[in-house]
């Protein structure tokens, strides 16, 4: 399978669109099935899309989803969130047939291409978890038989979705979650520290998830001298660039001052973690 970092020029496409399905997965967690048929075709996983519920003002910017499954044959994409704020509840209550304005695909994909690494791991946090399933799916549709594992950490059992969904995928999955309801009771870098000690052949990191968590994920990495990429989730206005108001800094040398500001939305959303000024 060939670098998606080989593609570094992609369509984006802009649209009111229909709301398909609605999913209610667990506790305030919600999936949308979209139908946008080049959004479906085109997207790549680790990229995202806008999403606006009308032209009005209220609210006045969209929101960044990441894209979370596609089904080309029917022209769907899906978006998973968890229903916290007005923009993610108002949205949660559509259904079938109701429309969004959404613009994608965004941002710069995952590179999983084979000489990237040997075994692909997948690092969660909560909803972190939203932009694996696509990744996971693309490798074991073009084919690609190189493991993949995903260490999954949430605040409870009733914070998990999707397992089945990789586990059909051939995807070895552990859990961990804050209070020991399903799983260890840890924190997502407990096992993954663990694997990363057996000294697995040439893996590579994919983590998405808080902050905190995926600062010490990059730290690991570090010590043990894997790649790591970051999926940030810097809120991201325009999703193009324009506002600039997703501001972060990369390094580009080994001193203090050596570092640039890029756009998480162009240069990102998917880096090198060792190039994230934190």
Not at 121 to 138: D, E, Q, R
Not at 150 to 170: K, T
Request: some cysteine.
């Amino acid at each position: 399978m060939s670098s998606n970092t080989a593609r570094q020029a992609f369509t984006r496409f802009t649209r009111r669109v229909p709301i398909t399905r609605t999913e209610h997965l667990a506790g305030d967690i919600y999936r949308h099935h979209i139908h946008f048929p080049e959004i479906a075709e085109g997207a790549q996983p680790g990229q995202f899309v806008e999403v606006k519920v009308s032209n009005d003002f209220d609210p006045l910017l969209p929101r960044p989803f990441s894209v979370n499954q596609v089904d080309r044959e029917n022209g769907v994409f899906t978006i998973l969130y968890e229903a916290l704020g007005q923009f993610t509840k108002e949205i949660a209550g559509m259904s079938a047939g109701e429309e969004l304005q959404i613009l994608g695909p965004l941002g710069r994909p995952y590179p999983l291409g084979s000489d990237e690494c040997d075994e692909i791991v997948l690092v969660a946090g909560g909803l972190g978890i939203a932009s694996f399933y696509h990744a996971a799916w693309t490798l074991r549709e073009a084919g690609d038989e190189r493991p993949v594992r995903l260490f999954y950490g949430a605040r409870n059992r009733h914070s998990v979705v999707q397992l089945e969904d990789y586990e059909a995928l051939g995807v070895s999955v552990e859990v961990v979650t804050d209070d020991g309801s399903l799983g260890e009771k840890a924190l997502v870098t407990t096992p993954l520290t663990r694997y990363l000690q057996t000294q697995p052949r040439r893996p590579a990191l994919y983590v998405c998830g808080p902050t905190p968590m995926m600062k010490a994920v990059s730290e690991i990495a570090q010590i043990e001298r894997v790649k790591c990429y970051l999926s940030l989730e810097t809120y991201m206005a325009c999703g193009i660039g324009t506002c600039v108001g997703c501001a972060i800094k990369l390094r580009t040398g080994d001193g203090a001052d050596d570092f640039v500001y890029g756009r998480a939305c162009v240069e990102g959303p998917v880096i090198e973690a060792e190039r994230l000024v934190w």
